[in-house]
């Protein structure tokens, strides 16, 4: 059995070094539990790494929390989800507080010019990845193109974009002749998702009707709700956080969000560490530092808990799960509307970089002209082809775009 000191240590250092997004962060874990450590097997890890792209929320946190649960049960998902989880939150409370003291000094804002437009090229990337590996078929394009309009022309609710496009991929699949099955006593897996449930909601109800704290129920209702629709990823989740947190609930400015994602990518831990920054901001807008720390915290609960009940209770299919292939078309399917989710935050973020005014219209958005930021424009194009083209590391790119910006507004 593995001790847990050994464990502490390893996904310690997996926490620590776990940048550059979900892919480099799989890599890191398979290199050390698998390749390194021996821990688990390479049909282990894939199944596991197979179980969790089927689950809302970031899958990388997630197949850490399950390969801890493989070692040591369910206190080993705990120690491994949260060592991976919290060097980042606690870099990113740090940086949200440097960004609300000093965010307005003439050289910050600068700086962070050079780091939008970094993250515009970084999302651009995000788009044609993921549009690589999810169309396998005319079905998927016209969900991709289907999921565009509806957001970008006709706003839709992104959670109903993603549930449609699930039904849809789940009714047009084949279903499997035999299905094993499951060797859970079911008594079990009810009981394990009542108490993650207790875990997660008591505190949040609490906030509300015990405590009355209205803005931080608020929150932590929200959040809670993204974290049960963030299939695809967190570009997928900014247009859906976008669209509530910046146009509906207005806690936050378009700006902001966009620092906050530029932000994250810097950090180690899943990129879904955004949510932090945003419900950070969000207390900081409402009523100063001391919220905004409440408020951190409530997002970082909403957004992370929920992601130990689906290993908990799920882990244990995982064998039935991988016999389903009706839930593999269902994931086939929204992984394709999210192309078309991930295009339509393209265009938003892209908009708020280069022109300082943007307006919604009746079917879509609309700059203003007269706006137009010359230097977003030169940076995005630059920090693009360096990404795309040139393949530079986005650590190198995100300085390269600082520095750049230094030198454009000296012009």
């Not at 120690?79 to 003291?101: D, E, H, K, Q």
């Not at 309009?149 to 992104?158: E, H, L, T």
């Not at 408020?295 to 039935?320: K, N, Q, R, S």
């Amino acid at each position: 059995m593995t001790p847990y000191l050994e464990m502490f240590k390893t996904f310690g250092k997996i926490g620590c070094l776990s940048f550059g997004g979900p892919a480099a962060q799989i890599a890191l874990m398979h290199k050390e539990l698998v390749e390194g450590r021996k821990w688990l097997s390479e049909q282990e890890f894939l199944s596991g790494l197979s179980f969790c792209m089927l689950l809302p929320g970031p899958e990388a946190m997630q197949l850490a929390t399950y390969s801890g649960w493989r070692l040591r049960g369910t206190l080993g998902g705990l120690l491994a989800g949260l060592l991976f989880v919290l060097p980042g939150a606690l870099v990113i409370l740090a940086l949200g507080a440097i960004y609300v003291s000093y965010g307005n000094v003439p050289l910050v804002q600068t700086l962070f010019l050079g780091v939008k437009a970094a993250v515009l090229a970084i999302v651009l990337e995000a788009l044609i990845k993921v549009a690589k590996r999810a169309f396998k078929s005319p079905l998927h394009w016209a969900l991709a193109i289907a999921s565009f309009i509806a957001i970008f022309v006709f706003a839709a609710p992104f959670p109903a974009v993603i549930g449609i496009a699930a039904l849809i991929g789940y009714l047009t699949t084949t279903a499997a002749d035999h299905v094993p099955t499951p060797r859970v006593p079911m008594m079990q897996t009810v009981t394990t998702i009542t108490v993650w449930l207790a875990i997660w909601w008591l505190p949040i109800l609490g906030l509300g009707f015990v405590i009355g704290q209205d803005f931080l129920f608020q929150l932590a209702l929200f959040f809670s709700k993204l974290a049960t629709v963030t299939f695809g990823g967190a570009y997928a989740v900014l247009a859906f956080m976008g669209q509530e947190a910046v146009q509906s609930f207005g806690w936050i400015t378009a700006p902001q969000m966009i620092d906050g994602l530029g932000l994250a990518e810097t950090t180690p831990g899943p990129l879904i560490l955004v949510t932090q920054f945003v419900g950070f901001l969000s207390g900081f807008n409402e009523s100063g530092a001391g919220l905004a720390v409440l408020a951190a915290l409530v997002t970082l609960w909403a957004t992370f808990l929920p992601c130990f009940l689906w290993i908990f209770a799920g882990a244990p299919y995982i064998e039935w799960i991988s016999a389903q292939p009706r839930l593999s078309g269902a994931l086939s399917a929204i992984t394709a509307a999210v192309v078309g989710v991930i295009a339509n935050l393209s265009i938003w973020f892209a908009l708020n970089v280069i022109f300082a005014k943007v307006d919604r219209v009746t079917f879509g958005w609309l700059p203003d002209i007269a706006t137009l930021d010359w230097r977003a424009l030169v940076l995005s194009i630059i920090a693009t082809i360096l990404l795309l083209r040139l393949h530079v590391g986005l650590l190198t790119i995100l300085a390269i775009s600082a520095v750049l910006a230094m030198g454009l507004s000296l012009v």
